[in-house]
């Protein structure tokens, strides 16, 4: 169910339609990660999403084949490979989740899984453009990023619809240009790349906010400027895909500002601005009231991707005449589908209520110490187990328990196979979903991706109480 049911989810959601049947691009908005020079500014970073065009290579484009899921491209300040490239294309699924089929995406993350699916792309994908000792060893090596992206930040992806002309365009001109690395953070910088992209589709989508970035590119300006075009042209089909940041040990990433909203937000820069520049501190507060203001959250829940196949015949037979009617049809589809995909207060409450009961149910079985368990079982696993790939590349994890060693399956594909340890892998589910139901709409996944793991709980739950009903039943 797990398997089927995710396939479906990115096949779907992502890209509305089976491939090669229709062609998006969207804005790729990535939270910032507190680090370095994002201390200061929260802009975050960009990239652009394809739903039809594929990497040939981590340098070459082509159009997607039957089965595939789309692609990432993205610039960074340095790639750190052997040769200073401008760009590299991913494929979403390693994008997103560092592996090559979204059945194995790891149900939590840290920095020993992130590293282990790093070297992996690396030694498969990456071993022609990434020879040299700094490229496979620094840390700074900015591929990396483009490796289970979701295990380090939360995602926002506005899409609208192209075509496979405009597609075939792309293409063409990015694989005859020189891919030569010319990154400058005040003109040439992420946002930079992304807006072109976009213009390169759409003359003029997207642009700079120069009053609220201090005259630079930043990701949210790209950001809300490509929404309020797409609210203007309906025939673009606009929604907006969300990511959560996956659960488990990393740092939280930050929600990504323009420079006014930082100054605006930030407490580490609200003194400094008072002591040293306290008259630009209302200029830059009424700058970001009153035209800088973009909730990423906020578009999500209004434009929120429909589910595979809702309004899809509707919009294909309406599309080429009346533009109007696509608006009509796509609004139609679109309004029933945005709180089945983020999900409503009443459905997330009726949850945590069922959720309760089972880790009650846990607790009187001995499965779990306590409800407060669960909030260091990803810390314990992280500590004691070494996570690996199988010879299909599921992710697992080895796990010291005494004089033995066990082992626990890492991916829905996975966690509950036969020589995956139950009782560890129920505790690994509990926490997955304790976390989920506890974070804020912004930090927890949308409702079919969450329904996926609550069966993965639910199967979970059955396999242990079948193996122990004499014992819990003598105990009760």
């Known amino acids: 169910m797990f398997r089927a049911g995710f396939i479906v989810l990115v096949l779907g959601v992502l890209l509305g339609g089976p491939t090669g049947t229709r062609a998006d691009v969207g ?13 200061i500014t929260g802009a975050g970073h960009s990239a652009i999403y394809f739903s039809g065009i ?6 070459k484009m082509r159009l997607c084949r039957a089965g595939e899921h789309g692609s990432v491209l993205s610039n960074y300040t340095s790639l750190g490979e052997d040769q200073p490239f401008e760009w590299n294309i991913v494929s979403l699924d390693m994008y997103l989740y560092g592996v090559s089929n979204p059945e194995n995406r790891p149900l939590f993350a840290s ?30 090596a900015e591929w990396r990023e483009m490796v289970s992206a979701t295990s380090e930040r939360t995602i926002y992806i506005f899409v609208v619809k192209t075509s496979r002309e405009q597609d075939l365009d792309l293409i063409a001109r990015f694989n005859d240009a020189r891919n030569v690395n010319h990154f400058n953070g005040f003109t040439r910088n992420c946002a930079d790349f992304s807006k072109n992209v976009i213009n390169t589709y759409f003359p003029h989508a997207t642009h700079r906010d120069a009053l609220n970035d ?13 929404a309020r075009y797409a609210h203007k042209h309906p025939e673009l089909q606009y929604r907006v895909i969300h990511f959560a ?8 990433s930050s929600e990504c500002r323009s420079g006014t909203e930082q100054l605006y937000r930030s407490k580490k820069l609200l003194v ?51 533009g109007r009617e696509v608006e009509a049809s796509f609004k139609e589809a679109e309004a029933p589908e945005r709180t089945s995909v983020a999900g409503t207060p009443k459905e997330w409450a009726a949850y945590r209520e069922e959720f309760d009961s089972i880790v009650g149910e846990a607790v009187r079985d001995d499965l779990i110490p306590g409800r ?12 004691r187990g070494r996570p690996f790939l199988d010879s299909r590349g599921g992710l697992w994890m080895e796990i ?33 979903v304790d976390d989920v139901l506890k974070s804020s709409p912004r930090r927890r996944e949308t409702i079919p991706e969450f329904e996926q793991t609550w069966s993965l709980l639910q199967r979970a739950r059955a396999q242990l109480q079948t193996a122990k009903g004499p014992a819990l039943a003598m105990k009760r």
């Open 372 to 383: 407060d368990s669960l909030d260091r079982v990803f810390k314990d696993l992280n500590e």
């Open 400 to 432: 010291e328990q005494g004089r033995e060693t066990v082992k626990i399956g890492l991916s829905g594909s996975n966690v509950l196979a036969p020589a995956s340890d139950r009782s560890l892998a129920y505790q690994m589910i509990l926490a997955h």
């Open 111 to 140: 920095a020993q899984i992130k590293n282990l699916l790093e070297t992996d792309y690396r030694e498969r994908v990456l071993r022609d453009y990434c020879a040299s000792h700094s490229c496979q060893t620094s840390e700074k």
């Open 27 to 39: 804005l790729v908005l990535n939270d910032s990660l507190d680090t370095s020079v994002a201390r």
């Open 272 to 322: 400094p601005m008072a002591l040293f520049a306290w008259h630009a501190l209302p200029v830059a507060a009424g700058s970001y009231l009153l035209t800088g203001r973009f909730n990423p959250q906020h578009e999500f829940e209004g434009h929120a991707a429909v589910l595979p196949g809702a309004g899809e015949d509707s919009l294909k037979a309406a599309e080429p005449e009346d």
């Open 214 to 226: 201090f005259g630079m590119s930043s990701p949210k300006a790209v950001a809300r400027t490509l």
């Open 54 to 59: 594929c990497a040939e290579t981590p340098i």
């Open 245 to 252: 940041q996956s659960p488990g040990t990393l740092k939280r």
